[in-house]
T-cell receptor
């Protein structure tokens, strides 16, 4: 059984650019969530997908968007990057239970 | 006011000490209460979860929930240097509020040999 894998592990982008982060869910998990974790803070909920449909969204602007694919892998897209978007982006998958999320190691995004 | 408040520390203790980590929350609709451990450059790892008020024990770890006071705790007995990490409390919103996890800020713990 594999865990949650995220790619890339690190990324440096310039302000105004666009970025796509990828996540492979744990085997058997049909729900995926994305979180943003700024340095020294707890993770903040961005959105969640269940069976390819968004079913929850946090307080993030529309330039944060996502997709979930039939194999339950997922993407997080961020347009018009801002300096404050610099953070660790975490993907978490679950088979449906809110206490059963497995997190990936994250993608560290730096916007310069 | 944040929905979940957690003292960020840092907290430094000698090996073998009992560690107490705490969070308070404001939303009485929260359903599950979780503790995650996060090592540097890694994602959070679920340590324990509870649903109701009371205590739940797993080895050296005890999770305590007091819903009347909106207060949760994690106790670590016989702390080890390998316990050095950031500990995050998290709570799950009910499905009609998005079912998301809401995290505290995290407490950085250092256990000195």
């Amino acid at each position: 059984e594999t865990g949650v894998t995220q790619s890339p592990t690190h990324l440096i982008k310039t302000r105004g650019q666009q970025v796509t982060l990828r996540c492979s869910s744990q085997s058997g998990h049909n729900t995926v969530s994305w979180y943003q974790q700024a340095l020294g803070q707890g993770p903040q909920f961005i959105f969640q997908y269940y069976r390819e449909e968004e079913n929850g969204r946090g307080n993030f602007p529309p330039r944060f968007s996502g997709l979930q694919f039939p194999n339950y892998s997922s993407e997080l897209n961020v347009n018009a990057l801002e300096l404050d978007d610099s953070a660790l982006y975490l993907c978490a998958s679950s088979s449906g239970q809110t206490y059963g999320y497995t997190f990936g190691s994250g993608t560290r995004l730096t916007v310069v | 006011q944040k929905e979940v408040e957690q003292d960020p520390g840092p907290l430094s203790v000698p090996e073998g000490a009992i560690v107490s980590l705490n969070c308070t929350y404001s939303n009485s609709a929260f359903q599950y209460f979780m503790w995650y451990r996060q090592y540097s450059r890694k994602g959070p790892e679920l340590l324990m979860y509870t649903y109701s008020s009371g205590n739940k024990e797993d080895g050296r770890f005890t999770a305590q929930v007091d819903k009347s006071s909106k207060y949760i705790s994690l106790f670590i007995r016989d702390s080890q240097p390998s316990d050095s990490a950031t500990y995050l409390c998290a709570m799950s919103a009910p499905y009609n509020q998005g079912g998301k996890l809401i995290f505290g800020q995290g407490t950085e713990l250092s256990v000195k040999p």
